[in-house]
């Protein structure tokens, strides 16, 4: 059976012995790292069992996601996207935290980590700038040095971001190698961590990685699925039918997520970047076109050639950019509790404009891959109750959105 010795991965992972010690959920996840690497991690995972549940840990941390981070954030009643669509549509706002969208509650989170381990400086790696400019004001407020690694590539495509890291005091490091954007950043991190795994912490952007980070950033991503779910049941009078979530590395699907695996009559949706469409190259949906395979110390989905090389991907959203995905959501999949789908770049664009125009709320590109997943499991299940994770606000994605719909006729949506 291809989760090993488990009968029922569910019930594995609500109980918390996945991930097992080893660090996998069922075949995936794990620690496929150099030796180097190992005692950097055995630290870290030491670290996160001392203290992430202690309740000295999480009165700090909410204290910070309350007082800082702004939250709770908003459950929203979309009532025109509801009349739209013929279903009931509520939005987690993740747009309305402090820097834009969910990437802090991990950044504060891990800082917070940071510093209770003694750690004298943290270095992150970024690919569009967000988890670059979330790590910078989590460590500004702590008072933490913080070096972020970014491909030349990325640096070059995302200028403001650039800028914002400067001003919050961090140091962004030009990387040159490889292919010059988030793969190699991530590299780079490392080396640089493995260089001196005492003093530096590193920071790791989604629930991606080798062990313990996948659980750990799942941890702190789930007050997004807490919160949610007592917001909805006050709201709606009951739990919601659909829970969806946009999946890059998986961070913010997953904390969606989380805390409803238990409830089976509420149907969970991850939806990827379907970009052009089905071919190599042409989407960054690893789960939905990809193979099992190892990237960045993990097992888990991957794109993927026929050799065993990563491919290039291609998404209009930046953050959802990346070959590959954390493994619980691979778990999640083959035990068949999730189902994930693609949504193509053009489906997604309509869904900026969509959501804009009926809720007044500009969501980044990212989010607006659920909004188009959301849309049409909304039609073929009318009257039903759907909470859709709104995970970051568009105003980092004005100069595409200006290119590609501003400088475009209305596509006219159905
Ligand atoms: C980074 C980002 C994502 C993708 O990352 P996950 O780890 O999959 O959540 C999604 N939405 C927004 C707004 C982002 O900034």
Known sequence: MIYGASEDPIA?????????ASGRFGPFGGRYVPETLIPALERLQQGVREHLHTAAFQQELGQELSSWVGRPTAL????????????????????????GAHKINNAIGQAL????LGAKRVVAETGAGQHGVASAAACARLGLPCTVYMGAVDMERQAPNVGRMRLLGATVVSVTSGDATLRAAIDEAMRDWVGDPERTYYLLGSAVGAHPYPYLVRELQ???????????RLQAGGPPDLVIACVGGGSNAIGLFHPFVADRAV????IEAGGRGAGLGDNAAPLSFGRPGVLHGSYSMLMQ???????????????LDYPGVGPEHALLQAC??????????????????????CEGILPAIESAHALAGARRWAQAHPGKRVLIGLSGRGDKDMQTLTRELLAKPPAGAA
């Open 336 to 357: 068949g509790r999730v189902q994930y789908q693609a949504a193509g770049d053009a489906e997604s664009l309509a869904a900026v404009r969509e959501c804009c125009e």
């Open 113 to 116: 980590l940071a510093r209770r």
């Open 76 to 99: 929203t009643f979309a009532g025109r996207l509801s009349e739209r669509w013929g279903a009931g549509i509520w939005l987690k706002r993740e747009d309305l935290a402090h820097t």
């Open 267 to 270: 149907a969970l949706v991850g």
């Open 305 to 319: 050639d026929a050799d065993g090389q990563i491919q290039e991907t291609h998404s209009v959203s930046a953050g």
């Open 222 to 232: 789930s007050v997004i699925g807490r919160e949610a779910r007592a917001q909805i």
């Open 12 to 20: 594995d992972l609500v109980a918390g012995r996945f991930p097992d």
